[in-house]
RNA sequence: GCCGAGAUGGCGGAAUGGUAGACGCAUCGGGCUUAAAACCCGAAGAGGGGCUAAAAAUCCUCGUGUGAGUUCGAGUCUCACUCUCGGCACCA
C-alpha cells in the first residue's frame, strides 16, 4: 500500500486560517454551560523572542482548555503581555528606540512564533500592560489602596541597586544582590510609595491552606511570609549620667520568653530608634564616640557585608546604661550589634547564651555571662520509672580526641564514660571513680561541671527497668596516659573496648542523645535551643519551658505577639517604563490621589529615558507634564515622577481578561461571578514575588467587593522548564539556543506539541533531544497512515484498547499528567496497526482524544472523514466501561513471593480455576509437587502467591 | 542550619502494596535499496548455568540511591542514612 505522507504546513496553514474565518476559539458570553478558566502567565515579550522552552506551558493549557471546550464547558483562554519594566526600558535604551516602539515590535514578534503552534486563544481578549486601557485599572487599584490606607509615602532606607538606578522591593532581592543585574544591593533613604502586604501577612498564609497548588510553592510562600509567635518585653533602662522618660525602656521581641532568666544581655540593631534618639542627646553613653563610630561603620555597609562576615560578631557596649531583667531583676549591660537587624521584631533582642547559639558566640566573645535556665529532656518518656543520679563524663586528650567505650550494638554501641553517683558522693568523684573503673585512667584533671541537669528517660533492659537518670555533665582532661593495668586487663577481657577517637568521629558514632548533649556542651555548640524542664527561673523552676512560656510573659508585664519576616512592598520605581503613580503632591494639601475620573494618568514622551540616578524619575524632567493643579485646592502642584514596579500589571490581569473592553470598570460583577477565580493557572518560577502579590491585590479587591472569590488561582501547576541539549540553560550567549519556529518547520507543529508534553512528568526540567522529536514525527505520520485502515465493520479486538485510551486521557489531561495520556495514544495506533484495521466509530473517538494534541492533524483526519465542522467543537467520546478489562488475562504467579511464571485466565477466574491452570502448567506443577500448600494469595487479574514451604 | 521535592536500564521516563522497566529515544541484527537516508520486521536490565557447530527456547541468581523493618508479596509503607534539586537563612 502507498504510504501518503503528512504534508504538515500545508495542513497546519489550512486550518490555522479555518480556525480563525470560523471563530472556532471565541469565548461565548450565553453562559448556559459551566465554565472554564485555564490561564498561562502571561509572557515577558523580550527581544530574544520565543525558544522552545517557552510554549511547553501554552501547549498543556491549550490541551486543556481543548478538552474543556470538547467536554462542554465555557473556556476562557486567552494571552496577552506583560510588557511594562526594566528589561524592555533597557532593550530600549541599548537600541536607542522608544520602550513603546521596542515593546510592540516584540509582541509582534512573539505573535508570530507562537502563531505557528496553533493555539486556540481568543485573541479578541488579548491585554497589553502598557496599554493605557488597561493600565487606567492598575492605577485605579492603587488609588483605592490609597484610600483603605494601603498605600503609603514612607522615607525608610529601601535597597536600592546602584546599577538599575531604582529602588527595590524584598522580593526584588536575590540573597543581598539585586535579582536583575546581580550587582549587591545598597540601603538609601528615599522617599517611597509602599504597599501594606504586612497587613495581609496572616490571611495570605492561612488561605494556601484551600488552594490545590504545588507543595513546594506553598512552602515558599509560607517561608517568605515567615510566621513566628514570640512575646514583646519591655525592659527598664537605668541610666548613670542621664535618662529621661523617652528613654526609660526598650522593648525586645522574642520567641523563647521562657528563656527569660537566661537573658544575661540586651542587644539593639545599629538603626534602633532609640539607639537614634539616645546618640542624638550625646550624653547619654560613656563611650558615645564609639557608638555613633560603630553605628555608622554598620550603616555603611551592604547587607552582603554584614552578613558574609559569617558568624564572625562584631558589637560595641553602650557605657552607661544598664537593662533591668524583669524576671531576675537584675542589672544586665546592653549592646550594639550588626547581628540584630533593625528591620525585624523590634530591632531589639534579649540575649541568652546558654540557649541561642548566635547569642552564645557573641557572649564568648565579649566574655558575657552564660546562664542555663533549661534543663535538657532526652530519650523516651517512660511509665513509673526509677529515679537515678547519674554522671557523664567528656574526656578530652588535649589532642582533639574523646574517651570512648565501645559497648556491643545492644547496650547503646559507641558511648562515652558514664555511670551511677553513689550515696553522698560529688559528682566529679564519680567521674573520677568511673572513668578509673571503666577505662583504668586514673590521672584525669576535672575542668568543669555542667550547672544544668539532663534527664534522660530509658529503659534498663539489661535490669528491666524503666528509669530517669539524672545526669550530671562533666568535662575532665587527661593529664598523663597513667593506667591501672590491672583494671584494664580486666575490662578489656570484658565485653567492651576503651577507645580514643576524634570529636569529629564520636559525633558521628555515639547515637545516645544524652551522651550526644555531653559531647556537644563541651565540644561543640554549648547553647542549647531544645525544649526541658525549667531551672533557675525561681518559681517556675521544674517546669516545663513551653508550659510556663505565657506565664512568664504575663508575670513581667510583656505581651504575646506574632511576627511576620515579610516586609511592605516598596513600590516607587526611579524609572521610565512603568504606570505613572497617579498622586499628586501639593504643598498645601500634601500628597492627593488623581480623581478616579481623571484616569488614567499617561505616561509622557520624553527625550531621555535614561535612568537618572539621583532617586528622580525621568519624569521629573518634564514640566509640562509634572506641574499641574492639586485637584483639592486648584493651586499650583506637582505630579508623582516615581512609576510602578514591574509586578503591578501582573497583580491583576487575569481579571481585566474576563471583562477585556469595559471602560466602566476593571470587571463587571457578573462577568467576574461568571469566569472567577481562574481555575487552573500555568507556570514556572515567580513562586513566591508574582504570586504573593496577586493573591494580595486579589484579597484587598475581594474586601473592597471587586471580585467574590478569596483567592486568584484556585490551581496552580508547576512548569518544569526545558533544558538545552547540553544539560545547560538556553541563552543567547551560550548559543545553544533552539527556536520552535525551525522546529515547527522541520517536525511540524503537531509533533512539535506532542514531543512537549511526552518529554516527561510536566513539571520536570527535562534536557531538549532533537533525536527524540522524530519519534513524535513518526507517530503522527503513522497516525495519519491509519485512515487507510477504516473499515466499516467492527473490529472486536479494538474495543478494550480504545476504551481503555479514552479513559486514560481524559483522566490524564485533567491531572496534568500527559506524558502518559501521548503514551497511551501511542499504545491505540500500535493496537490499531496490529489489527489490521479500525471501524468508523472507533477511529473517529480516537481522532477526538488526540485532537487536543494534535489539533491540525485531527481536523484534517476529521474531515478527511467526512465529518463537519472542526472537530475541536465536536463532544468529548464517552468510553463504555464493560469493555475496560480483557476477557482473558495474563495472571502473574508466585511461589513463596518469587515470580514462577504465568498462566492465562478469563477475567472472572474463581481461586480454584487458576490453581487448576496452574496445576496444567508443566514446569509450575513440576515446581510445586511434593510441596504443601499451606496458603494462597489470590488477586483476579493480577496476582496469584502460592506459599507452600519447600519439599 | 531549617523546610520542601526527589533518586528506577545507555537516555527521557511508566507502574491503585500484586507479573518492575509501559511508551519513546539511542543501540544492535535483519529486510528494502546499486548505496545511503527514510521506512518495515525483530532483539535487548545485569550476571550465570545450560543446550549447541553456533544460537534460540528453557532454567537459576541478582536488580528501582544505602542499611534495617512491616507484609504471603515492597520501586510503592515505616525508621535511619547518603546524594541531587528547590525555597529560606544572623528573622531572635
Same mark, same amino acid.
Given at each position: ?749 503537531? %509533533? +512539535? ?7 516527561? @512528568? ?5 534536557? /531538549? =533531544?532533537? #533525536?527524540?522529536? *522524530? ?69 473517529? %473517538? +480516537? ?7 494534535? @489539533? ?5 483526519? /476529521? =474531515?478527511? #472523514?467526512?465529518? *463537519? ?79 507452600? @514451604?519447600?519439599?
Amino acid at each position: 500500500m502507498a504510504k501518503r505522507t503528512f504534508d504538515h504546513a500545508a495542513v497546519e496553514k489550512k486550518w490555522q486560517k479555518r480556525w480563525a474565518e470560523l471563530q472556532v476559539y471565541k469565548t461565548a458570553e450565553n453562559r448556559v454551560r459551566p465554565k472554564k478558566y485555564v490561564l498561562d502567565m502571561f509572557p515577558y515579550p523580550s527581544g530574544e523572542g520565543l525558544h522552545v522552552g517557552h510554549p511547553k506551558g501554552y501547549i498543556a493549557t491549550d490541551i486543556y482548555s481543548r478538552y474543556s471546550r470538547m467536554k462542554g464547558h465555557e473556556v476562557l483562554h486567552p494571552m496577552g503581555w506583560d510588557a511594562f519594566g526594566l528589561p524592555a526600558e533597557n532593550y530600549a535604551i541599548k537600541n536607542k528606540i522608544h520602550p513603546r516602539a521596542a515593546v510592540d515590535k516584540n509582541i509582534a514578534n512573539f505573535k508570530h512564533q507562537l502563531a505557528h503552534i496553533g493555539f486556540d486563544y481568543d485573541w479578541t481578549r488579548e491585554i497589553n500592560t502598557t496599554d493605557p486601557a488597561f493600565y487606567k485599572w492598575t492605577q485605579w487599584i492603587f488609588l483605592k489602596l490609597f484610600e483603605h490606607g494601603l498605600a503609603f509615602q514612607s522615607n525608610e532606607p529601601i535597597n536600592w541597586c546602584p546599577s538599575c538606578l531604582t529602588g527595590l522591593a524584598n522580593e526584588d532581592l536575590d540573597g543581598a544582590v539585586c535579582e536583575r543585574c546581580g550587582t549587591p544591593v545598597e540601603k538609601k533613604r528615599l522617599p517611597q510609595w509602599v504597599l501594606k502586604i504586612t497587613d495581609y501577612a496572616d490571611r495570605l498564609l492561612k488561605d494556601l491552606d484551600t488552594l490545590d497548588w504545588p507543595e513546594h510553592i506553598k512552602e515558599a510562600q509560607r517561608n517568605w511570609i515567615g510566621r513566628s509567635e514570640g512575646a514583646e518585653i519591655d525592659f527598664p533602662i537605668s541610666f548613670t549620667r542621664e535618662g529621661t522618660g523617652k528613654l526609660a525602656q526598650i522593648t525586645v521581641f522574642t520567641t523563647r520568653p521562657d528563656t527569660l532568666f537566661g537573658a544575661t544581655y540586651l542587644v539593639l540593631a545599629p538603626e534602633h530608634p532609640w539607639l537614634v534618639e539616645a546618640l542624638s542627646r550625646g550624653d547619654v553613653f560613656e563611650n558615645t564616640k564609639e557608638v555613633a563610630a560603630y553605628v555608622a561603620q554598620a550603616a555603611a555597609k551592604t547587607e552582603i557585608e554584614r552578613s558574609a562576615e559569617e558568624k564572625e560578631k562584631t558589637g560595641v557596649e553602650l557605657r552607661g546604661i544598664r537593662a533591668m531583667n524583669p524576671a531576675t531583676n537584675e542589672a544586665i549591660p546592653v549592646f550594639t550589634a550588626d547581628y540584630v537587624l533593625g528591620s525585624y521584631g523590634t530591632g531589639a533582642i534579649m540575649a541568652v547564651p546558654a540557649h541561642d547559639e548566635r547569642d552564645f558566640l557573641f557572649a564568648k566573645k565579649f566574655e558575657l555571662p552564660i546562664r542555663y535556665v533549661i534543663d535538657p529532656v532526652t530519650g523516651e518518656p517512660q511509665d513509673n520509672p526509677k529515679h537515678k543520679e547519674k554522671i557523664v563524663a567528656v574526656v578530652e586528650d588535649g589532642e582533639g580526641n574523646v574517651l570512648t567505650i565501645k559497648w556491643p550494638q545492644e547496650l547503646g554501641g559507641r558511648l562515652l564514660v558514664g555511670g551511677t553517683i553513689e550515696e553522698g558522693e560529688d559528682p566529679l568523684t564519680t567521674a573520677l571513680r568511673e572513668i578509673a573503673e571503666e577505662t583504668g585512667y586514673t590521672d584525669i584533671e576535672p575542668i568543669e561541671r555542667a550547672e544544668e541537669t539532663v534527664h534522660h528517660s530509658y529503659f534498663a533492659f539489661s535490669k528491666n527497668q524503666a528509669t530517669v537518670a539524672h545526669t550530671t555533665l562533666v568535662h575532665c582532661r587527661l593529664r598523663s596516659d597513667a593506667r591501672q593495668k590491672q583494671q584494664l586487663e580486666e575490662n578489656e577481657a570484658g565485653k567492651f573496648e576503651v577507645e580514643w577517637v576524634s570529636v569529629a568521629r564520636a559525633r558521628k558514632e555515639i547515637h545516645d542523645d544524652q551522651h550526644q548533649r555531653a559531647l556537644s556542651r563541651f565540644t561543640g555548640s554549648a547553647s542549647y535551643s531544645g525544649d526541658g524542664l525549667l531551672a533557675r527561673s525561681g518559681s517556675f523552676s521544674g517546669k516545663k519551658n513551653r508550659a510556663a512560656l505565657q506565664e512568664i510573659v504575663a508575670m513581667v508585664g510583656g505581651r504575646m505577639v506574632t511576627r511576620y519576616k515579610i516586609r511592605d512592598w516598596v513600590f516607587s520605581r526611579q524609572r521610565y517604563w512603568g504606570e505613572p503613580i497617579p498622586i499628586i503632591h501639593c504643598a498645601t494639601c500634601g500628597a492627593v490621589p488623581v480623581p478616579y475620573e481623571d484616569l488614567p494618568v499617561t505616561l509622557p514622551d520624553v527625550e531621555r529615558y535614561e535612568p537618572t540616578g539621583t532617586g528622580e524619575s525621568p519624569l521629573a524632567a518634564i514640566s509640562d507634564w509634572v506641574n499641574t493643579t492639586c485637584p483639592k485646592c486648584k493651586g499650583p502642584a506637582k505630579r508623582e515622577t516615581n512609576t510602578m514596579p514591574q509586578w503591578a500589571g501582573s497583580s491583576w490581569y487575569y481579571l481585566r481578561y474576563m471583562d477585556p473592553h469595559n471602560d466602566e470598570q476593571l470587571v463587571s460583577a457578573s462577568n467576574e461571578k461568571y469566569w472567577g477565580p481562574v481555575d487552573v493557572y500555568v507556570g514556572g518560577d515567580h513562586a513566591v514575588r508574582h504570586l504573593i502579590y496577586a493573591r494580595f491585590w486579589h484579597k484587598f479587591l475581594y474586601d473592597i467587593s471587586v471580585v467574590t472569590s478569596e483567592e486568584p488561582f484556585a490551581r496552580l501547576e508547576f512548569l518544569g522548564f526545558i533544558l538545552a541539549e547540553d544539560g545547560r540553560k538556553m541563552s543567547k550567549r551560550l548559543g545553544n539556543v533552539i527556536n520552535p519556529d525551525d522546529v515547527v518547520a522541520q517536525f511540524g507543529a503537531d %509533533a +512539535f506539541r506532542l514531543y512537549e508534553m511526552f518529554m516527561g @512528568p510536566f513539571s520536570n526540567t527535562t534536557a /531538549w =533531544s532533537t #533525536a527524540s522529536i *522524530a519519534g513524535s514525527a513518526r507517530f503522527v505520520e503513522r497516525v495519519w497512515n491509519a485512515q487507510d485502515l477504516v473499515v466499516d465493520a467492527p473490529v472486536p479486538a479494538l474495543l478494550t484498547p480504545l476504551a481503555q485510551t479514552v479513559k486514560k486521557v481524559s483522566e490524564d489531561i485533567e491531572a496534568f499528567k500527559f506524558n502518559t495520556a501521548v503514551s497511551q495514544l501511542m499504545i491505540f495506533i500500535n493496537a490499531i496497526e496490529e489489527a489490521g484495521a479500525i471501524d468508523k466509530s472507533s477511529w473517529s %473517538a +480516537f481522532v477526538r482524544v488526540l485532537a487536543p494534541f494534535a @489539533p491540525h492533524l485531527c481536523d484534517e483526519l /476529521w =474531515s478527511c #472523514a467526512g465529518e *463537519a465542522g472542526s472537530v475541536h467543537t465536536a463532544p468529548w467520546p464517552e468510553y463504555d466501561s464493560a469493555a475496560l478489562v480483557e476477557s482473558r488475562v495474563t495472571v502473574g504467579v508466585q511461589v513463596n513471593g518469587k515470580r514462577r511464571g504465568e498462566v492465562t485466565l478469563a477475567n472472572d477466574a474463581s481461586e480454584e480455576e487458576a490453581l487448576a491452570a496452574v496445576y496444567a502448567n508443566d514446569s509450575l506443577n513440576k515446581l510445586l509437587s511434593g510441596r504443601t500448600l499451606t496458603r494462597t494469595i489470590y488477586v483476579p487479574g493480577r496476582i496469584l502467591n502460592i506459599v507452600a @514451604p519447600g519439599p
